[in-house]
């Protein structure tokens, strides 16, 4: 994409907005697709299905749920999605381009650029400033200093810590800390936002201000995927995915 | 509720999900790895200063391999030099005509030339007389006597027989306050001597040179009178050459008697004829004729092998020289790869617990998007600035111990800008060796697995 693209989407009403520009086969907004996927875990002596053919459909802009209890295989799922892990069998289309067969490189590559991802533990550089967090899917996506800057304080300005920017994690409370890792998440314009237990780590109070930042960015028009076992966070999204057994037991829009 | 549906959207922007990300082709080129390898830098840096005592302990072995090389290195070069100075001072023209090879290196050759007949004056004669390209000659004995003067005493002081005065101009030295003897006083055997700048340092400490001229100093028993004082030669090896004293030869024969047969171990008082040529181009033609000389006089012919005498030049010395060093350059370097082996495992056991202690880290950036080779490139950087860093270290503390040895000894220090760069250099490619595998296994690790790592 050219400066003058960026530009242009950055002078639009949020930064992180996305345009719902229907394609001209009708299908691009099909953002994931997954078919018919299992991932089976060789144990040695036996082999452990933890998922066995998966297959759902979500649309940009979508805000979904997945649920399930532990050992349900919506972590492994929840891997399969980010492409950190890729799938025993099946196919995965992610963002019109079949990620089921990538390598190590090639992964780390559609990480970058379609998926941001968002932790229970907010997994950010202990030894960097929040600055330098959020400019870190940039660095490997080759943005060049001043320009990584200025988009790494946009994205702070998004989640509202502009002004904590040069503080480091242990300096910043729960919530500032998750709100650094979505302005992380969110720097790089990804196709989709991949939360796992986003408020595992965080108070009731902490935890609402968090899925009210969610909901925002949905509004925006971002494609949102969060994992959870909790109900009532769940009960935020707007489709909820239930995973049993490596299995989808239930697929169900409820707004 | 947000609608999902795209109808309900105006095409206002272009599409926005591929806004920021550059093309794979572009992402690969030089300036855009730059980025990558930079935050490498400063995350190497950052590590390294968070763990300044393991920083340092890693540094050991690198830092004395390093300082090895660059000492040794540093102080032969300034032996070299003043080794180049010194031979020089006599420089290319001369050669020696002696009974034994200043350098034997077996025991057959040691009996062998003991056998051979003494160097006699009238060998010297003959060569003056017989050499016509010989444009200087002389005859030089050495000894070793006890020195007083009041109660200044020194048991072993250099002392040098010479004539002609010609012998002075042979041996390169000149004079500072007095005169060299005349040639008169040569030939008639007068107790006179010149001495050399450390006889006036030790013997008449609180006189100058020109004070001490016209005194009378006790060599072996014997009184001479100082009649001139010599320029300071410098030391060689942390061997003074200013502590000798010169007399005329007929005086020494007088007063020592002509001790050329003391021992086999014994050379004092041993002749040695000194020939000196106009120029360097004549060299060989003088030592032809001189060669001819005296093989005649012992009577060789054309099928004996052995000469009987030993025409030498300079030239041994610095042969010798040479072969010393280098067999001292040889042991360094021996030394020095030890040491860097040893600090390159050391640097490898590091980086293998850095890259553990990081896994998270790891984790979290093969999550944002980090390839293997920028996951590969930061650890190798880290291996590499930490060899680096010893190397400079090494390189610092091998010139300030070559500066220690070069006060204690005496020689110029040459401080040479390659033997650093060479240090560093090599310490730097023992860090890219010892972080490969570190580096490697770092860049492999599954981002989920690294993920849950704490």
Same mark, same amino acid.
């Not at chain 1, 989640?159 to 790089?188: C, F, K, T, Y």
């Not at chain 2, 050499?131 to 250099?158: F, S």
């Given at each position: 994409?050219?400066?003058?693209?960026?530009?242009?989407?950055?002078?639009?009403?949020?930064?992180?907005?996305?345009?719902?520009?229907?394609?001209?086969?009708?299908?691009?907004?099909?953002?994931?697709?997954?078919?018919?996927?299992?991932?089976?875990?060789?144990?040695?002596?036996?082999?452990?299905?933890? %998922?066995?053919?998966?297959?759902?459909?979500? +649309?940009?802009? &979508?805000?979904?749920? /997945?649920? =399930?209890?532990?050992?349900? $295989? !919506?972590?492994?799922?929840?891997?399969?999605?980010?492409?950190?892990?890729?799938?025993?069998?099946?196919?995965?289309?992610?963002?019109?381009?079949?990620?089921?067969?990538?390598?190590?490189?090639?992964?780390?590559?559609?990480?970058?650029?379609?998926?941001?991802?968002?932790?229970?533990?907010?997994? %950010?550089?202990?030894?960097?400033?929040?600055? +330098?967090?959020? &400019?870190?899917?940039? /660095?490997? =996506?080759?943005?060049?200093? $001043? !320009?990584?800057?200025?988009?790494?304080?946009?994205?702070?300005?998004?989640?509202?810590?502009?002004?904590?920017?040069?503080?480091?994690?242990?300096?910043?409370?729960?919530?500032?800390?998750?709100?650094?890792?979505?302005?992380?998440?969110?720097?790089?314009?990804?196709?989709?936002?991949?939360?796992?237990?986003?408020?595992?780590?965080?108070?009731? +109070?902490?935890?609402?201000?968090?899925?009210?930042?969610?909901?925002?960015?949905?509004?925006?028009?971002?494609?949102?995927?969060?994992?959870?076992?909790?109900?009532?966070?769940?009960?935020?999204?707007?489709?909820?995915?239930?995973?049993?057994?490596?299995?989808?037991?239930?697929?169900?829009?409820?707004? | 509720?947000?609608?999902?549906?795209?109808?309900?959207?105006?095409?206002?922007?272009?599409?926005?999900?591929?806004?920021?990300?550059?093309?794979?082709?572009?992402?690969?080129?030089?300036?855009?790895?730059?980025?990558?390898?930079?935050?490498?830098?400063?995350?190497?840096?950052?590590?390294?200063?968070?763990?300044?005592?393991?920083?340092?302990?890693?540094?050991?072995?690198?830092?004395?391999?390093?300082?090895?090389?660059?000492?040794?290195?540093?102080?032969?070069?300034?032996?070299?030099?003043?080794?180049?100075?010194?031979?020089?001072?006599?420089?290319?023209?001369?050669?020696?005509?002696?009974?034994?090879?200043?350098?034997?290196?077996?025991?057959?050759?040691?009996?062998?030339?003991?056998?051979?007949?003494?160097?006699?004056?009238?060998?010297?004669?003959?060569?003056?007389?017989?050499?016509?390209?010989?444009?200087?000659?002389?005859?030089?004995?050495?000894?070793?006597?006890?020195?007083?003067?009041?109660?200044?005493?020194?048991?072993?002081?250099?002392?040098?027989?010479?004539?002609?005065?010609?012998?002075?101009?042979?041996?390169?030295?000149?004079?500072?306050?007095?005169?060299?003897?005349?040639?008169?006083?040569?030939?008639?055997?007068?107790?006179?001597?010149?001495?050399?700048?450390?006889?006036?340092?030790?013997?008449?400490?609180?006189?100058?040179?020109?004070?001490?001229?016209?005194?009378?100093?006790?060599?072996?028993?014997?009184?001479?009178?100082?009649?001139?004082?010599?320029?300071?030669?410098?030391?060689?090896?942390?061997?003074?050459?200013?502590?000798?004293?010169?007399?005329?030869?007929?005086?020494?024969?007088?007063?020592?008697?002509?001790?050329?047969?003391?021992?086999?171990?014994?050379?004092?008082?041993?002749?040695?004829?000194?020939?000196?040529?106009?120029?360097?181009?004549?060299?060989?033609?003088?030592?032809?004729?001189?060669?001819?000389?005296?093989?005649?006089?012992?009577?060789?012919?054309?099928?004996?092998?052995?000469?009987?005498?030993?025409?030498?030049?300079?030239?041994?010395?610095?042969?010798?020289?040479?072969?010393?060093?280098?067999?001292?350059?040889?042991?360094?370097?021996?030394?020095?790869?030890?040491?860097?082996?040893?600090?390159?495992?050391?640097?490898?056991?590091?980086?293998?617990?850095?890259?553990?202690?990081?896994?998270?880290?790891?984790?979290?950036?093969?999550?944002?998007?980090?390839?293997?080779?920028?996951?590969?490139?930061?650890?190798?950087?880290?291996?590499?600035?930490?060899?680096?860093?010893?190397?400079?270290?090494?390189?610092?503390?091998?010139?300030?111990?070559?500066?220690?040895?070069?006060?204690?000894?005496?020689?110029?220090?040459?401080?040479?800008?390659?033997?650093?760069?060479?240090?560093?250099?090599?310490?730097?490619?023992?860090?890219?060796?010892?972080?490969?595998?570190?580096?490697?296994?770092?860049?492999?690790?599954?981002?989920?697995?690294?993920?849950?790592?704490?």
């Amino acid at each position: 994409m050219t400066e003058a693209t960026v530009a242009t989407s950055q002078e639009s009403a949020g930064v992180f907005a996305k345009s719902k520009l229907p394609s001209s086969d009708g299908k691009a907004d099909v953002l994931i697709g997954m078919q018919n996927i299992w991932k089976t875990y060789d144990m040695g002596a036996e082999k452990v299905h933890a %998922l066995h053919g998966v297959s759902f459909e979500v +649309h940009r802009g &979508e805000y979904v749920a /997945i649920t =399930g209890p532990s050992g349900s $295989g !919506k972590s492994t799922l929840m891997n399969l999605i980010g492409c950190l892990d890729t799938p025993s069998q099946g196919d995965y289309w992610l963002n019109g381009k079949n990620v089921s067969e990538m390598d190590d490189d090639e992964l780390a590559r559609i990480r970058n650029q379609e998926v941001g991802f968002v932790f229970q533990t907010f997994n %950010l550089l202990a030894r960097a400033t929040a600055l +330098h967090n959020v &400019e870190l899917p940039l /660095i490997y =996506g080759g943005i060049p200093g $001043g !320009k990584r800057r200025e988009m790494a304080k946009q994205a702070l300005t998004e989640v509202d810590l502009v002004d904590r920017m040069m503080h480091r994690p242990n300096e910043l409370s729960g919530g500032q800390r998750q709100r650094v890792a979505i302005a992380r998440a969110l720097v790089n314009h990804p196709s989709i936002l991949l939360a796992d237990e986003p408020t595992g780590a965080l108070d009731t +109070h902490t935890s609402y201000d968090i899925m009210n930042l969610f909901e925002k960015l949905h509004e925006e028009g971002n494609t949102i995927i969060l994992v959870t076992h909790e109900h009532d966070i769940a009960a935020r999204a707007h489709r909820v995915i239930s995973i049993r057994d490596g299995l989808i037991e239930k697929d169900e829009q409820i707004r | 509720m947000f609608p999902r549906s795209n109808s309900l959207n105006p095409p206002l922007e272009p599409p926005a999900e591929r806004r920021i990300a550059l093309p794979a082709r572009l992402r690969s080129l030089p300036f855009f790895r730059i980025i990558a390898v930079w935050e490498a830098f400063l995350v190497a840096l950052g590590s390294l200063r968070q763990n300044k005592l393991r920083t340092g302990l890693t540094l050991i072995g690198i830092v004395v391999g390093v300082t090895a090389v660059i000492a040794v290195v540093t102080i032969i070069k300034g032996l070299d030099q003043t080794v180049a100075q010194t031979f020089s001072s006599q420089g290319s023209t001369v050669f020696t005509i002696s009974k034994r090879p200043r350098v034997i290196t077996s025991r057959e050759d040691f009996i062998k030339f003991n056998r051979r007949k003494d160097i006699t004056e009238d060998d010297a004669q003959a060569i003056f007389r017989l050499c016509n390209t010989c444009w200087r000659a002389g005859l030089a004995a050495n000894d070793a006597v006890p020195v007083k003067r009041g109660n200044q005493k020194a048991d072993t002081v250099a002392l040098r027989a010479i004539a002609p005065t010609a012998m002075f101009e042979i041996d390169a030295v000149t004079i500072n306050a007095g005169r060299f003897w005349s040639e008169t006083e040569g030939n008639s055997g007068q107790s006179v001597c010149v001495v050399g700048s450390d006889i006036i340092t030790n013997f008449f400490p609180y006189e100058s040179p020109e004070q001490a001229v016209g005194q009378d100093l006790w060599a072996g028993g014997h009184r001479y009178r100082i009649v001139g004082v010599l320029q300071p030669l410098g030391k060689i090896f942390g061997i003074s050459r200013d502590e000798r004293i010169f007399i005329p030869f007929a005086t020494y024969k007088k007063d020592y008697g002509l001790n050329v047969a003391r021992g086999a171990f014994n050379t004092s008082g041993a002749l040695v004829v000194f020939v000196q040529t106009q120029s360097a181009d004549q060299l060989e033609t003088a030592e032809d004729q001189v060669r001819a000389v005296m093989r005649n006089r012992r009577g060789k012919t054309f099928k004996d092998a052995d000469d009987g005498f030993a025409l030498e030049t300079e030239d041994v010395f610095l042969n010798l020289y040479a072969s010393a060093t280098s067999n001292i350059y040889l042991v360094t370097i021996g030394v020095a790869a030890i040491s860097l082996v040893v600090g390159g495992i050391v640097v490898m056991n590091i980086m293998l617990v850095s890259v553990t202690e990081r896994t998270k880290e790891i984790g979290i950036r093969k999550a944002v998007g980090a390839r293997r080779k920028d996951i590969m490139t930061q650890f190798l950087i880290e291996a590499v600035m930490v060899t680096a860093i010893g190397g400079a270290f090494g390189v610092l503390t091998g010139f300030g111990t070559a500066w220690l040895i070069a006060l204690a000894i005496g020689f110029p220090l040459l401080f040479s800008i390659w033997s650093a760069v060479l240090g560093v250099g090599v310490s730097s490619i023992v860090g890219v060796i010892s972080g490969l595998w570190p580096a490697w296994r770092a860049s492999r690790l599954d981002p989920i697995e690294a993920l849950r790592a704490e």
